[in-house]
Structure formats: structure tokens, C-alpha cells
């Protein structure tokens, strides 16, 4: 039996990578392990996709609930096919003014998880199988009032690009993605004051056409995805301009 599995599967980039996977049928999916926090979410997307769904209501930052999710795939005789760590959150603001808790809960959901679910789902992956790890363009360069966040994803980019380079003598690929803005939920938790409404709404992409060019860039093996000439032209800028001074015009 082949399976995919989707973190974050909930909502946003998630929920919308299951409904492409749904239609698109790569690798020949047998079925979905769809991951969240929020089971009935999970429910409402298992409607409307075709293939077999299998729900974990599970917190990827949780130990009790990975080592639920560690026995399944070890019960399961089951093989990876595509595994996509798309669970993740931000927060903006001062990094002094904002809740340490929250933030080294960031930290654990957008680093510490991706990297142990990547872990336990290795063993069942063969040959042509597929990790699509979410980072961010935020990884391209330090941003203030975004600092743990972009610290965070950039964590995640160097994780998966290091990653990709040692399993290539196994033929498992690894695609980085590395979107900007997205009109999803997610700021509606990372800006709760409003602060960044203008940025959003200038560069704010579509995410079926950011999924879409993330599972097109896996198919051809791309080590990244990066959607849109802004996010493109953003990622050269933070390899040609000084950090410093990207930071003061970020400013």
C-alpha cells in the first residue's frame, strides 16, 4: 500500500496539496494519512477526496501523539510515497514583546516536528519517494518583527537542502518550498494587529497555484520551489545585496 502524508492538512497549503494529490493521482496513492490538530477539518477534507483517507487528530509538536503516529507506520506495512510537512505558524511582532512560550512552540511545530517526522517516515520510503518540505521565503534573509519565524524557516531550508544532498545516492528527492505571502489562515494568527495588511495584500498568492508549482518542481526533482517573480526576485536579492542592508529596507 502506497500512502501520502500531509501535515497541516487542516487548512491552507495542507489541505490544498491532499486535494491536488486527490486529483492529480502521483504515484499512484493508495491512500491519505491526513495530520491535524482539528479532526473535524480533517473530516470535511476527507469528503471530497476520492482515495482512502486516514485521520490523525494528533499535535506534531506533542511526543505522546508521535509515538501514536510511530506505531502506526509501523503496523501499517505501509510505503511512503510523498510525505509533506506543510504544519507550521508565525508570529510577528517584537521579539521581547511576544510570548517566549509561543515562540519556542514555533520553533518546536516548524523545526523540531519537521525534522522527527521526516525521521520516522524515512525507513518507509523507497526508491522515487518524495519529501515536500514548507519552508518560506522568509528563510532567504533575517527579518525583523518576523525573527524567530524567518529563523525558523531558514532552519528548515538549510535542513532540507543538506537533507536532499545525502539521499540522492537512495533516490528519495526532497523539494523546498519556499513561498511568500499566502491567502491562507495564516496571518489571521501571525498579524493579529494588522501590521504587515499592506505587504500581504501587494504579494499575496493564490495556494493552489503555489501548491501546484510545488508538486510540478518534486516531480522534476527540484531541490526548491519558488513561486512568483517577487519571491524569485527575493531570493536573488538576499544572495547579492548585503544582509545588513536587506534589513534596513525590510525595515
Known sequence: MNIAII??????????????????????IDEFWLIARRKERLEELEDTINRKCRIFAYDISDATDMAKFSHALKT???????????????????FTELSIDKQLDMVDVNCKATVKLTYMCLPYMKKNSRIINVASAAAFAPQPL????????????????????ELKNRNIYITSVCPGPVNTEFFDVADVKGEYNKMKKFFMADPARVVSCALRDSINKKSISVYGTAMKTWRYASRLVPTDLLMKIYG
Open 7 to 28: 501535515t497541516g492538512a487542516s487548512s491552507g497549503l495542507g489541505k490544498e496539496f491532499a486535494k491536488q494529490l486527490d486529483r492529480k493521482c502521483v504515484d499512484n
Open 76 to 94: 501499517a506495512n505501509a510505503k511512503v510515497r510523498i510525505l509533506v510537512n506543510c504544519a507550521g505558524f508565525g508570529l510577528v511582532g517584537r
Open 146 to 165: 518576523f525573527t524567530v519565524y524567518a529563523a525558523s524557516k531558514a532552519f528548515v531550508e538549510s535542513f532540507n537542502r543538506a537533507l536532499n544532498s
